[in-house]
């Protein structure tokens, strides 16, 4: 089956602007979780979705906001751009059972966003 | 404040050898712990998950343990190759409702021939 599809897979954009990430999830996945990634912070979570509703959010500031369609498709959106949001986007999916069991993650090749 | 650290940033070995990955945790309660494997310009992709209540799960030329009295699961790849090389990433999830999945900073790998 098709995996996790994120578009676009790189971008530029330059300081002050807004940008909107896609993500596809596996079919039958409910939950998606978008994760930041440098190289000097790691793999830092920044929310979660299943079905429709925001069901986790990590520390980011409000310019990091997020939604999920009932098809399961899931966007990030970040506004007025700041040269440290620079950074490989990763988004996960997963059945997303809730926490009766484990919440094992199939991650897409992540976008790669370029602030100038 | 929960903490994941990954020992170290790099590990470098020769092919052949184990090589032993470890990651340790403070301030939490895991319900899970996952590894995951990154290559360059690609997202993580899950190896193995072990449960709270279990010592050790192997698969295949991975082994991984967990001791939540030391707070520590250490990740083996036996007779290392260089296609092992990447980065090796472990998670945690707690075991309250709502709780996502954090990630430790990894270890990269290097196997040489």
């Known amino acids: 089956k098709a995996g996790v599809t994120q578009t676009p897979r790189y971008l530029i954009k330059t300081r002050g602007q807004q940008v909107t990430l896609s993500c596809s999830p596996i079919?039958?996945?409910?939950?998606v979780s978008w994760y930041q990634q440098t190289p000097g912070q790691g793999l830092q979570f920044l929310f979660e979705y299943f079905s429709e509703t925001q069901r986790n959010k990590g520390n980011f500031p409000g310019r990091f906001s997020g939604r999920q369609f009932s098809n399961s498709r899931s966007e990030m959106n970040v506004s007025t751009l700041e040269l440290g949001d620079s950074a490989l986007y990763l988004c996960?999916?997963?059945?997303?059972?809730?926490?009766?069991?484990?919440?094992?993650?199939?991650f897409g090749a992540g976008s790669r966003l370029t602030v100038l | 404040s929960q903490k994941i650290e990954q020992n170290s940033e790099a590990l470098n070995i020769q092919e052949g050898k184990t090589a032993t990955l470890t990651c340790n945790y403070t301030?939490?309660?895991?319900?899970?712990l996952q590894w995951y494997r990154q290559d360059p310009g690609r997202g993580p992709v899950f190896l193995l998950l072990i449960r709270e209540n279990e010592k050790e799960k192997r698969k295949e030329r991975l082994k991984v343990t967990f001791d939540t009295t030391l707070k520590q699961s250490l990740f083996h790849i036996t007779a290392s190759q260089p296609a092992d090389s990447a980065t090796y990433l472990c998670?945690?999830?707690?075991?309250?409702?709502?709780?996502?999945?954090?990630f430790g900073k990894g270890t990269t790998l290097s196997v040489s021939s």
């Open positions: 998670a945690l999830e707690g075991n309250q409702a709502g709780t996502a999945l954090i």
């Open positions: 079919s039958g996945h409910r939950s």
């Open positions: 301030n939490y309660s895991p319900a899970y």
């Open positions: 996960a999916s997963s059945l997303g059972q809730g926490r009766s069991g484990a919440n094992v993650l199939t």
